[in-house]
């Protein structure tokens, strides 16, 4: 199982499959605990993960420690990921080609990783991973079941930066989220 990680981290390091390639100065592969049972999918990498490496290490990665804190987590207890690996010049969304390009390697981490949760943070990842209409205002921390992990959203941390309010509705949501991780994983018959 080491190998395979070793080898989609080889592959990303080294993907030309978009023009993303052309611009970034690291590509982003996910990171974090890879027996975690919470899995957490985001946008796109930043600036700062851009040059370190590394998802959620800047302003919005802060944000989201503290958050994980509020709720009794830990960043090394879950796996965290990008929807793409190469941050998008100026920060701008990442295209529908950018993101069908490089869905093949979320695809693969999720298979490895066999989460039993799901968590898209902000409208990017919760259209391209729960429902292309989903609407963040009106349905983050509602609960999908697919066949083998329970799949919700909540808004992105650069969204609670941008708006200090949203904080606790975010906490909410992963309060809840950690309860349902509870109940996964104490399951005795699991
Ligand atoms: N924003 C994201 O969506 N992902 C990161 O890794 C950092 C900031």
Redo the contacts with the bound molecule.
């Keep these: 199982m080491k190998e395979a990680w070793e080898e989609i981290e080889q592959h990303v390091a080294g993907c030309t499959c978009c023009p993303l390639h052309a611009t970034r100065r690291r590509p982003?592969m996910g990171r974090g605990d890879h027996q975690a049972a919470l899995m957490l999918i985001?946008?796109?990498?930043?600036e700062?993960?851009d040059q370190q490496g590394?998802?959620?290490?800047?302003r919005?990665?802060e944000l989201l420690d503290r958050l994980l804190q509020d709720c009794g987590l830990r960043r090394e207890d879950i796996y965290?990921?990008?929807?793409i690996k190469c941050h998008p010049p100026g920060n701008r969304d990442p295209k529908e080609a950018e993101k069908k390009a490089c869905f093949p390697y979320l695809k693969y981490e999720t298979f490895l990783l066999k989460p039993k949760i799901i968590v898209c943070?902000?409208r990017?990842?919760a259209q391209r991973i729960i429902s292309p209409d989903f609407k963040i205002t009106r349905q983050h921390g509602t609960w999908t079941c697919r066949k083998n992990y329970a799949l919700t959203a909540t808004y992105?941390?650069?969204a609670v930066l941008r708006d200090p309010l949203k904080y606790e509705l975010v906490k909410e949501d992963f309060c809840e989220i950690v309860k349902k991780l509870n109940s996964l994983t104490n399951d005795p018959g699991d």
């Design positions: 982003v985001a946008e796109a990498p930043g700062q993960e590394t998802p959620f290490v800047g919005s990665g965290m990921t990008n929807i943070l902000g990017i990842a992105h941390p650069s």
